[in-house]
């Protein structure tokens, strides 16, 4: 008996805006979230990034961190459906930052909020303010009552252990750390945490209202070195 093959329904995947898109994090976001069939737009300081282009992510800016104003005409421009929610560590005003961004998710009626904070920043001391602000930020938006929030908090960062920036070049035999060198400790990488955003953006109703610690590998900082 002949037979034909259905046809393939068409799942129209939404629109992903990724705040500080063209830092580490974000531009691993980007290309996780490109790579999955989203259509991604990244925010920029100069309103242009090659990084961003190149990924085949859309650069939205100029874009001023923590202003309501910019991130509502970042949403508008790129009909987010789900916000990959970065804020400045080294900023003063980090959770003035979130505020702002929050609320403009809210007035947006953005469908989900991804913010990638830290992990133990729930149980650090409050003036340890590069953790404890993520957390501050965290209540903000567990306050928010929007249509899905999932907080996802990574460890260390491999990237951090090779920063030109920060005069920090990685070689072998050779590490800059601060921590006991032999001590073992969780890592992460960028694309792990990019990899759980797109899992945790797949399915909403399952990942809203959760907090995911991430982590994937336990080791030295000799073993790195290695």
């Known amino acids: 008996a002949a037979c034909c093959a259905m046809p393939v329904p068409f799942v129209h995947k939404p629109n992903v805006l990724v705040v500080m898109a063209t830092g580490k994090m974000g531009l691993s976001a980007c290309a996780a979230f490109v790579a999955a069939g989203h259509a991604v737009f990244g925010t920029s300081r100069d309103g242009d990034h090659i990084g961003l282009t190149g990924l085949g992510a859309t650069p939205i ?3 001023q961190l923590g202003d309501k104003a910019s991130m509502l005409h970042a949403l508008k421009v790129s009909q987010a459906g789900i916000v990959f929610l970065n804020t ?6 980090e959770v003035a930052q979130g505020a702002a961004m929050l609320a403009a998710c809210k007035e947006s009626n953005v469908g989900h909020v991804i913010y ?3 992990s133990h920043c729930d149980i650090c001391p409050a003036d340890v303010t590069i953790l404890s602000a993520k957390f ?3 209540k903000l938006a567990a306050k928010e009552n929007l249509r899905a929030l999932t907080i996802l908090r990574p460890v260390s960062y491999f990237e ?3 920063d030109a920036a920060s005069q920090n070049p990685l ?3 050779y590490l800059k750390n ?3 060198p032999k001590k073992r400790l969780p890592w992460v990488s960028t694309v792990d945490v990019a990899r759980a955003a797109v899992a ?3 399915d909403d109703t399952r990942w809203n209202g959760k907090t995911i610690e991430c982590s994937a590998w336990n080791g030295s900082s000799m073993e790195l070195s290695d």
């Open 61 to 63: 800016g100029p874009f």
């Open 88 to 93: 400045l560590p080294i900023d003063a005003n």
């Open 116 to 118: 990638c904070s830290v």
């Open 136 to 138: 501050e930020i965290e």
């Open 160 to 162: 951090n252990v090779h």
């Open 171 to 173: 070689k072998k035999g």
């Open 178 to 180: 601060l921590h006991d």
């Open 200 to 202: 945790v953006a797949s």
